[in-house]
């Protein structure tokens, strides 16, 4: 890609307000910078891309029609704002997006007064904007409130039932419905940017309210004659008909790299004193770096890549990705068993579910950003005696819960949940770590909930998962790889609820759920130097406990510690339980708990995040030695 040669105007804009002082045949040369910049600053930090290229003119044309920050600007999902973080006042801080310390990879209140509410997870900017809507009406003021919603986002029911209510309340709201799919866009062209602009006038908008009220007043039958013309004949043109069916005036589509279409539909739009307005914007995602719009996926989502030619720097691998591994073991077990289905909303590719698709194209299903109807869709599944695998990231589960509780966990269906992105999940930062579903689920009767230590005990884990036929069951796994140990050719059932010791000691124990096993063994190896003889077990269920196993641990050790990848109220909160019900507590016998403090953690390497969680092998002999009532320090000392 080449810059242009005029004088830079990216350097004279500090602040949306500075945006607004240029004259309007400026913007596409300041467009070609702020892609530039945009597409420089990701080869440096990695993160999404093709987004956010493919909004540069529709982020440059809201800025320069609205007065940013008063008007409210919320960008759905907040992926694509990364040149929205440019224009505000972040752009010398740009290049730690996603670092330790450095701007968040979506939108944060804490972050700046431009990003008006703070989004990672998608479908909740017109939930959102219509709730700012109807505070600025109560509190008597008049600015613009603005949501900016991907064509993907909108296959999430939350975003309709935002828009019927919204329709329904008749709050002045303006949504831009970012098409970058042609999902749903018919061609555009000037003839459709000439009946945008058209449709979006004062004039056009007025003769329709007033054609309402008119209509109103006619005899109903006549009413819903004139209604049903023109809602086909507008429909004919620009197919808009099913938002205005939700009581939004539709305008669109329009080009959404075109600042000459953008820019006078926009104006008209705020112009205007109407009720909700939808605006429909066509993009092209990854628009104007050529190796973005030819890959497949747009460069959604790259590691630091080359400039020049759009490489992406290879990370060096010495063990193979537990996403990856889950979706081999699943295939595996899918020859063997013509039941198994798998399930994802869209993330095929996040969730390794891509490659069981190009093996099992029907019986792999993609139902969207729709989390709530996967899981009762699985739930029907399992109810014809299908085996569903529901694999859904741990944070996104969370927008299911009621599903999990109402259509699974009470009807007992052996639905089964692969929950990747267990844990702290690195650049992504909070909004995407996966730190609950360990409590969340756990709680639920009749779940068998399984976390896998290593690679190896995934694959186990799958085909456990698999042989479950009377109850629903979830395995968690991290993001990331494995430990790198030696990996069995194919899966064997697990026995349900029973744990394994790796390693025997005599005074300290440390009970391990899931991806913490390793920094176990490095933390025990620590503590044998200090005369700390250590067990080192792999509980492997939360739910069932092995009962025996931890009886057995909390009777011969003076010392008990579980650690896990997960909030309080998880694994450790059951073994206390358990542990307080045999009467194991009344005695000398120390218990600690060991889980994510009670915080959100914000984006920085996963190795960094978990030493600030003192979930790390140094912060596991401190627990130990708090136990004991020693203090690291000084045992150091007395050791040297």
Same mark, same amino acid.
């Given at each position: ?268 739009? @705020?112009?205007? %004193?109407? #009720?909700?307005?939808?605006? *429909?914007? +066509? !993009?092209?995602? $990854?628009?104007?770096? =050529? ?71 029907? @019986?792999?299903? %993609?139902? #969207?950003?729709?989390?709530? *109807?996967? +899981? !009762?869709?699985? $739930?029907?599944?399992? =109810? ?257």
């Amino acid at each position: 890609m080449t810059q242009t040669s005029k004088t830079p105007l990216l350097d004279q804009i500090a602040v949306p307000s500075d945006l607004r002082k240029l004259p309007a045949a400026k913007l596409p040369q300041l467009a070609a910078e702020l892609r530039h910049e945009t597409i420089d600053a990701v080869a440096v930090t990695g993160g999404h891309l093709g987004a956010g290229l493919g909004v540069i003119e529709l982020t440059l044309a809201l800025h320069f029609i609205f007065d940013t920050p008063t008007d409210r600007l919320i960008w759905d999902v907040g992926h694509q704002a990364y040149p929205h973080k440019i224009l505000t006042g972040r752009r010398n801080r740009i290049r730690t997006l996603r670092q330790g310390g450095g701007l968040s990879g979506f939108t944060k209140r804490a972050e700046s007064e431009y990003d008006p509410f703070g989004a990672a997870h998608s479908s909740t900017s017109i939930s959102a904007g219509l709730g700012m809507a109807v505070a600025r009406d109560l509190a008597g003021k008049k600015h613009n409130v603005v949501c900016v919603i991907g064509d993907g986002a909108m296959s999430a029911g939350m975003a309709y039932e935002a828009m019927n209510n919204a329709g329904a309340r008749n709050e002045r709201l303006i949504v831009i419905l970012n098409d970058n799919d042609m999902s749903i866009a018919p061609p555009v062209g000037a003839m459709s940017a000439y009946l945008s602009r058209l449709l979006s006038g004062r004039a056009y908008l007025k003769l329709r309210d007033v054609g309402k009220q008119l209509a109103a007043r006619l005899p109903k039958r006549l009413d819903d004659f004139i209604t049903r013309g023109v809602e086909h004949a507008r429909g004919f043109w620009t197919g808009g008909t099913l938002f205005e069916e939700l009581g939004f005036y539709y305008v669109g589509p329009i080009d959404g790299h075109n600042l000459d279409h953008l820019l006078p539909v926009l104006k008209n739009v @705020r112009d205007t %004193d109407t #009720g909700p307005i939808l605006v *429909h914007v +066509v !993009t092209q995602k $990854g628009k104007g770096y =050529a190796p973005a719009e030819t890959s497949a996926d747009k460069y959604h989502g790259v590691v630091k890549f080359d400039v020049a030619t759009g490489a992406q720097a290879k990370a060096k691998s010495r063990a193979p990705q537990y996403t990856k591994v889950f979706a081999e073991s699943l295939i595996k077990e899918a020859r063997k068993d013509e039941k198994i289905v798998a399930v994802t909303g869209a993330m095929p590719s996040g969730t390794g579910l891509d490659l069981f698709q190009k093996e099992f194209p029907n @019986r792999c299903f %993609d139902v #969207g950003i729709a989390e709530q *109807h996967a +899981v !009762t869709f699985c $739930g029907g599944l399992a =109810a014809e005696g299908f085996k569903p695998f529901a694999a859904i990231y741990s944070t996104f589960l969370q927008r299911a819960y009621d599903q999990v509780v109402h259509d699974i966990a009470i009807q007992r269906l052996p639905v089964r949940f692969a929950i990747d992105r267990a844990g702290l999940v690195g650049a992504d930062g909070p909004t995407h770590a996966g730190s609950f579903d360990i409590a969340y689920l756990g709680c639920l009767p009749g779940f068998v909930l399984m976390a896998a230590a290593d690679e190896a005990e995934l694959v186990h884990m799958v085909a456990t998962a698999a042989a479950i036929h009377d109850r629903p069951s979830a395995f968690r796994y991290p993001r990331g790889e494995g430990l790198g140990i030696a990996m069995p050719e194919e899966g064997k059932p697990l026995e349900i609820g029973k744990g394994r010791i790796l390693r025997e000691g005599t005074k300290v124990a440390l009970l391990s759920f899931g991806g913490r096993l390793g920094e176990c063994l490095k933390a025990a190896d620590e503590l044998s130097t200090y005369g700390l003889s250590t067990t080192v077990a792999d509980a492997r269920f939360a739910k069932p406990l092995d009962t025996d196993l931890l009886l057995r641990l909390a009777r011969d050790h003076e010392v008990l510690v579980t650690i896990e990848e997960g909030s309080i109220g998880g694994f450790g909160s059951f073994v206390l339980q358990e542990l307080a019900e045999n009467g194991m507590l009344d005695g000398g016998m120390k218990a600690r708990s060991m889980v994510l403090p009670d915080v959100f953690i914000d984006q920085d390497s996963p190795a960094a995040m978990y030493a600030k969680a003192g979930l790390d092998a140094k912060g596991i002999v401190a627990k130990a030695f708090e136990a004991l009532g020693k203090d690291v320090a000084a045992e150091t000392v007395k050791l040297a």
